[in-house]
């Protein structure tokens, strides 16, 4: 979907109501709430009305949940700092209020275990310049 865009999308009812890997994710409406009327509803089609107003694009750096990147401002170009380059970072890690590292704006070399931690090192190659 692009933003703005409105769309209808008609769900099969092994979707819709009763998949049996993810069970009822969708509340029943107001009024189908005994068992009968809810497996009238598992046998029906879903419609499900969605527009799109706006997302976060965030990428999953390892494809399996560990390192997860939101973008707040795409970057330009496709170079990338390389391993030996000296590069001028904002640094800040933080877990809830705790903030462990706010460093602004220094200058340090992509060897610098000390601060480029593979983390670090893992979000930069991933960046655009």
Do not use: C
């Not at 976060?56 to 496709?78: E, N, P, S």
């Not at 390389?82 to 903030?99: A, K, P, T, W, Y």
């Amino acid at each position: 979907m692009r933003k703005g865009e409105k769309s209808r999308v008609m769900v099969k009812s092994l979707w819709g109501y009763n998949h049996p890997e993810h069970g009822e994710k969708v509340e029943f409406p107001a009024g189908w709430d005994t068992e009968e009327k809810k497996n009238i509803l598992r046998h029906r089609r879903a419609f499900f009305e969605i527009k799109l107003y706006d997302w976060i694009v965030r990428h999953d750096l390892y494809a399996d949940g560990a390192i997860l990147k939101t973008i707040h401002g795409k970057g330009i170009g496709f170079d990338r700092a390389d391993s030996f380059d000296e590069i001028r970072i904002n640094l800040r890690i933080s877990q809830g209020e705790n903030v462990f590292a706010d460093l602004k704006e220094i200058e340090v070399l992509m060897t610098d275990t000390d601060i480029i931690t593979p983390v670090t090192t893992k979000v930069l190659n991933s960046m655009k310049e």
